[in-house]
């Protein structure tokens, strides 16, 4: 079992900044590959960046270029969000796949591919 803590959210303004922060707790060994994703109201959950135990990184087309994330140490990951835009509005959501290394399905950033999701930090961003 893998507990995940999401915070930092907030309201900013197009153009501004927020940093999210993940905390892991539990069987963090299976938290090694860790994912955040996103949903808007009415849409479908989107994955929005990945990265694995060796600190490789994978992101949403989306966001590349404006997110980047990191590990804080080997049980917390943060997620910078920077030229926010008003279609980046949503709750966002830290996920492991519940597994050592990233799976193919988790390192596409499927929801699928994730067995342990957070409760979720919201974004609102205006223009």
């Known amino acids: 079992q893998v507990q995940l803590v999401e915070s930092g959210g907030g309201s900013v303004q197009a153009g501004g900044s927020l940093r999210l922060s993940c905390a892991a707790s539990?069987?963090?060994?299976?938290?090694?590959?860790l994912g955040w994703f996103r949903q808007a109201p009415g849409k479908e959950r989107e994955g929005v960046a990945v990265?694995?135990?060796?600190?490789?990184t994978r992101y949403a087309d989306s966001v590349k270029g404006r997110f980047t994330i990191s590990k804080d140490n080997d049980k917390n990951i943060a997620l910078q969000l920077s030229s926010l835009k008003p279609g980046d509005t949503a709750m966002y959501y830290c996920?492991?796949?519940?597994?050592?290394?990233?799976?193919?399905?988790?390192?596409?950033?499927?929801?699928?591919?994730?067995?342990?999701w957070g409760q979720g930090t919201q974004v609102t961003v205006s223009s």
């Open positions: 539990g069987h963090t060994y299976s938290a090694y590959c």
């Open positions: 996920a492991a796949p519940g597994t050592h290394f990233c799976t193919s399905d988790s390192w596409s950033l499927r929801a699928r591919g994730y067995a342990y």
């Open positions: 990265m694995d135990f060796n600190g490789n």
